[in-house]
């Protein structure tokens, strides 16, 4: 269950960060960033990887560039079910869906170094 609370703040905070950095998305509140947290993570897990395999073929055929627009779509679609999370364009979905991606592997990657430093500093006080 931490787990998945530390997942759901860093993608909160991601999508916090792509409010503030891409024109188009707009979030009124911060308990709305926290419901369209959720929803993202949700519509992540189950939507994107239905949507991945339906548009396999035209993802291989463009070398892999729809792949960014699977993404787009499911954040769209994350924001169209949050009232007060709005997405502008297409472009705009499409550019926070990269800025989320990024924001969230950067803190995961900070979390997971935390946590290999905090491993090592405890099997060296042994």
Avoid at 31 to 41: E, K, Q, Y
């Amino acid at each position: 269950m931490p787990r998945f609370l530390l997942h759901w703040l860093v993608t909160a905070i991601a999508l916090g960060a792509a409010a503030y950095l891409v024109p188009g998305i707009h979030i009124t509140s911060g308990l709305v960033l926290i419901i369209a947290a959720l929803v993202l993570g949700f519509v992540n897990a189950i939507v994107r990887p239905v949507l991945v395999v339906l548009t396999l073929p035209l993802t291989v055929l463009t070398l892999g560039i729809f792949f960014f627009i699977v993404n787009g779509a499911a954040f769209g679609l994350a924001a169209a079910l949050v009232p007060g999370f709005t997405v502008a364009s297409l472009g705009s979905a499409i550019l926070g869906a990269v800025v989320v991606a990024l924001v969230s592997s950067v803190f995961s990657w900070l979390i997971r170094a935390a946590a290999i430093d905090a491993a090592v500093n405890h099997a060296s006080r042994r």
